[in-house]
C-alpha cells in the first residue's frame, strides 16, 4: 500500500504528520531531547529493526528536524544532533508525555516523568492560551485559511 503524502496540504497539522507522524519518528525525536546522538543509542532504546532506523534517520535529516554532524568525541563515526527546527518540536513531545501520563497509566502505575533539572519538580501541564492570556479551549478556536501574505 503506499503512503499518502500531504507535502502540498494547506492544513499545517498534516504536514506536520507527513514530517513526523509515524511512532519510530516521534521516539527518535524523544530520544534524541534525551540525549541519543549515535545509530547505536537510538537502536538500543528503541529496539527497532536496523533498515527502519535507518529511514527514519534520512527523513528526519532530510526533512530538517535532526543534522547527521561529526561525532562529539573526534572519532569517524557521525551523530545525529536536533536542528532548531526539530528543538521546536520540544512542546509537542511535552504534550504527548502529559496527555500519555493523563491518559494511559493507572494511579500509582510506575511510569517515567520529566521534570526540571533545577529543581527536580514535575512540569506544569501545557496549555493553550490565547494572546491576552486566556486559557482556550477547543471550542473557543476556528481555522481560518491564509489565501495571500
Known amino acids: ?17 507527513d514530517a513526523i507522524g509515524d511512532w519510530w519518528s516521534l521516539l527518535i525525536v524523544r530520544d534524541a531531547f534525551d540525549g541519543s546522538r549515535r545509530f547505536g543509542e537510538f537502536q538500543r532504546s528503541l529496539g ?48 504527548l508525555r502529559q496527555w500519555g501520563e493523563q491518559n494511559f497509566f493507572a494511579p500509582g ?10 529543581d527536580g519538580r514535575r512540569l506544569r501541564a501545557l496549555e493553550v492560551r490565547a494572546e491576552d492570556g486566556r486559557r482556550l479551549d477547543p471550542g473557543d478556536t476556528a481555522v481560518h485559511k491564509i489565501t495571500d501574505r
Open 48 to 95: 527497532v529493526a536496523k533498515n527502519i532506523l535507518t529511514a527514519r534517520l534520512r527523513a528526519l535529516v532530510a526533512g530538517g528536524v535532526l543534522a547527521s554532524v561529526p561525532a562529539s568525541d573526534g572519532s569517524a563515526y557521525r551523530e545525529y544532533a536536533l536542528t532548531p527546527k526539530g528543538e521546536a518540536l520540544f512542546p509537542v513531545i511535552v504534550a
Open 109 to 118: 502505575e510506575a511510569h517515567s516523568e520529566l521534570v526540571d533539572r533545577r
Open 1 to 17: 500500500m503506499t503512503r499518502t503524502r500531504f507535502d502540498d496540504s494547506d492544513c499545517p497539522v498534516a504536514r506536520s504528520v
